[in-house]
């Protein structure tokens, strides 16, 4: 059984950083793209990044320049390295695993609160 598991999220000042972490169990093959998603209340989930397992890599324009997001393929780890939040960034982050075209896996979440 596929098992992401996220950790890193947390309260935060405006201005300040987090680094979120998505570890993978239960998979045989590195998932052919990993990412992160957020929804913020009352919001629909939206794409945050994501990195495909060839290293391509694709973010949101609202957080192009401030967010990193990087792999582990080894280890089937995705990190999400965020600078400069701001509070419009306060969310539950979603890590989601791509194994396959139509197979996808998602995270519990993980709580980014921004505050000003």
């Known amino acids: 059984q596929v098992q992401l598991v996220e950790s890193g999220g947390g309260l935060v000042q405006v201005g300040g950083s987090l680094r979120l972490s998505c570890a993978a169990s239960?998979?045989?093959?590195?998932?052919?793209?990993m990412g992160w998603y957020r929804q913020a209340p009352g919001k629909q989930r939206e794409l945050v990044a994501t990195a495909t397992s060839g290293g391509s890599t694709n973010y949101a324009g609202s957080v192009k320049g401030r967010f990193t997001i990087s792999r582990d393929n080894a280890k089937n780890t995705v990190f999400l390295e965020m600078n400069n939040l701001k509070p419009e960034d306060t969310a539950v982050y979603y890590c989601h695993a791509l194994h396959a075209p139509g197979i996808f896996s998602w995270g519990q979440g993980t709580h980014v609160t921004v505050s000003s």
């Open positions: 239960g998979i045989i093959f590195s998932p052919n793209a």
